[in-house]
């Protein structure tokens, strides 16, 4: 023990000597190359538009397609990668936004650009416009997870030892007053922006600025609506969560005028390239870049780039067009399918038995989904549709006629049976717990890149994720007109929404059509949590009964008819089951309407108040 | 060379006597006391969903720079525990959760070695002469509503079953869902285990009865009983 002591005294004493003679050098004397001045950065054009590219990068919350397990949680995709998920009820942070750290960052930056000279004045308005938009955003989605939180305005907090922290701590701001913040910050940002669009709309103008007005306020509008029909209503005695009823009016009016704005005003329309392929219309709508008329605001993606890609083609690309080993991590659910209506039949679901029980047999899979919502080919790869411009196979395996009944047959991968017939598909759908093959009975197409190469690990998709676009505007209009008991006007607004989807018009507005149209517009946009959560529907639709039709996942299997000398030998037939890879219905409690604030916050600002059912 | 390694071999043993010597002055023995308690209404313990975390009270303990209150996980069948420090201790339910009305009233409690503590809370509704019983493949239930605070109606009851002793509405084999009860008379039920897969796998079988009211986050529960 007492040699050992010795040798660490040498050893400090050396280590002690050579740091005392190198600090004679004038090596360490270097400017930093990551650490800026505010001279630095803000002397410089270029570096203030790197500065502003680094907030665009911080704002992807809730769903998108980068994090594509987020599809699964809901009532949208399962996941097919390997063993099942056992998601039962919600965490109490799900998707919680809690990011003063960029609030500050974006004071500080505006701070720095309203002083400086170097940038001439209308380059320096749209930037500080373009700031205080993300900073709106951030707001908001922090609001629409919690409720409402603290207000910081421009402040930039500087913290000093020994200096009163009291008069850092900022309470939370009522639920109203952070929406009413919001929507007063896109007025005056709305101002400050170009109403030209950009290039692949990648950056925030006037319109984008609207349209998060008019989400703000039909937010507000339905939470201070539905909220007060509940039971109970949820809130806090100090308002921090619960807005008066009384303000619903107001809001709906605020919404219906800035979605209006957009409609009437702005360069984007509901694209409609192709009137002759409605399907078609819709993919290219959502997924394509290019000439694009329909998308306000998206995250956008390019390559090459360190980390400017995304994955969700790579990962979700079907086995049969997959260009790297990934594929199949996930594919949509028969709800969703089903929620999409028929042309002249508002009742979606797929028609697979008749009336005696019998199945109904198609010539080929893809025929049990004609005459759907344009849109659904839009969204969800079917079995036997083309993709690329082949077919996607998907086929669970044989049904064979046997002395009256039907067997079922399940082979491996691409096997075939002895008359060279294939029994189940590479793509699968499969009951099992094999890995990256397709176990729902749907592929993703919504965001699913056709470009060369966008599924391999080395390059990845450009795939951009759209967060506002015109037919969200359209639809604030029609939500907001219905509430606001103005039927023809929300007549007229959705229907321009089916036509484009090629079902029939409605004569009349309610609310279970405004959430019926927004989950399979929508879908995959990051909508569906947040309205049925706005709509008090969560606890309704995600009702945790075991075979719920709305809370229970389910799948649909095509198989081919394996019956010689009969008609219907060679024809498809399919079994709806629910999905083996998710276990348990979906179960949304009160408590998950409001995030949980950390007890940590609260401990370091005692003024913040917790969340109801906390 | 020997002297170069010997002197990594020290380098070496500077962390390892650093982490040993860290040890011992900043670590307390674990809490030894115990809290036991039970939720209770009119000296009876009331039944709740004991799973997920799904009812909770707080403890919070003055006195400390941090105010975060210590969740204690309240059983099926109504009891708590909690392993702490002695001290003295405030225990308050959590807001709007569980199925009686919302009360937040601080039950102040001395821990010292053991300490026994009822909650005293108001449900909307209770159960009484709960019956249950295996009929053949079919659950006879038989039990009476009584409304004790009222302003809430019912939302629905619940027979469940299950195949471990943990029932409730979220772990379960079979349900069935009556909606439009009233309090009062005696109401009898039946659940049809007869296509339940773990029914007639053999499986044992527990079973309870689950009453929830409008608006509440929470059921008030029966205690569980096996049937089989």
Known sequence: MKKSSISIFKVLMLAGGITCFSSCSDFLERQPDTIMTDDQIFGDEVMVRSVLANYYGRVSWGQHISDDYTYTILDEAGKSDGGPDNIQGYSNELWRVYDYTLIRNINQFLKGLRETTAIAEDEKQTYEGEARFLRAWTYFNMARGMGGMPIVGDEVFEYESGMDITVLQYPRSTEAGIYDYIIGECDAISTLLSDKKNTHSARANKWVALMLKARAAIYAGSLANYNNKMPSPIKTPGGEVGIPADRAQGYYEQALAAAQDVINNSPYQLQLNKPDDLQRNFYEALSIKDNNTEVIWA???????????????????????????????????????????????????????????????????????????????????????????????????????????????????????????????????????????????????????????????????????????????????????????????????????????????????????????????????????????????????????????????????????????????????????????????????????????????????????????? | MIITMRKYVNMLLLPAIVAVSSCGLDNYDEPESKLLGRVVYNGEPVGVRGTGEAVQLQLYQDGYELHSPIPVYVGQDGTFEAKLFDGEYKLVTRDNNGPWVNDRDTTVINVKGTANVDIEVTPFYTLSNVQLALNGSSVNASFQINEVAGGRDIDYVLILAGKTSFVDDVSYTERLEIKGLTPGSTITEVLDLANNADFKAGKPVFARIALRSVGKDQAIYSQVVRLR
């Open chain 1, 299 to 614: 995250h956008d993606r390019i390559y090459p780039g360190t980390g400017q890609q995304t994955s969700f083609t790579t990962r979700n690309i079907p086995g049969s067009h997959a260009e790297d080993i990934d594929r199949a991590y996930a594919g949509p659910i028969l709800n969703l399918v089903e929620d999409f209506e028929y042309t002249d039949n508002r009742n979606g679901a797929i028609h697979i038995r008749d009336n005696q029980g019998n199945y109904i047999f198609y010539d080929d899979p893809l025929d049990a989904f004609a005459n759907k919502d344009a849109r659904l080919g839009g969204t969800v790869i079917l079995p036997n549709a083309l993709f690329k411009g082949t077919p996607v196979p998907l086929q669970a395996g044989q049904k064979i006629w046997n002395n009256g009944s039907w067997q079922t047959v399940v082979g491996q991968s691409d096997e075939r049976d002895a008359a060279g017939r294939l029994i189940t598909s590479a793509n699968g759908p499969v009951r099992n717990n094999d890995p990256y093959v397709n176990k729902t009975g749907f592929f993703f197409r919504k965001f699913l890149d056709e470009a060369s190469g966008a599924s391999t690990r080395g390059r990845n998709s450009e795939m951009w994720f759209p967060r506002f676009r015109f037919a969200e505007a359209v639809l604030i209009a029609a939500e907001a007109a219905m509430e606001l008991g103005q039927q023809p006007v929300a007549v007229g607004y959705i229907n321009q929404i089916r036509e484009r989807a090629g079902i029939q018009p409605l004569t009349s507005v309610t609310l279970d059509d405004i959430i019926q149209e927004r989950r399979v517009e929508f879908a995959f946009e990051n909508h569906r949590y947040w309205d049925l959560k706005r709509f008090r529907r969560a606890h309704i639709v995600w009702n945790g009964v075991v075979n719920s039709p709305t809370a229970q996942q389910y799948a649909l299997f095509p198989y081919l008819v394996v019956a010689p000398g009969t008609a219907n030998d060679g024809k498809y037939v399919f079994d709806r089951q629910v999905f083996s890879n998710s276990l348990h219905p979906r179960f949304f409690e009160l408590r998950n309407y409001y995030n949980f604030i950390d007890l940590g916050w609260q401990n370091a600002n005692p003024k913040i108040v917790l969340n109801p059912f906390q």
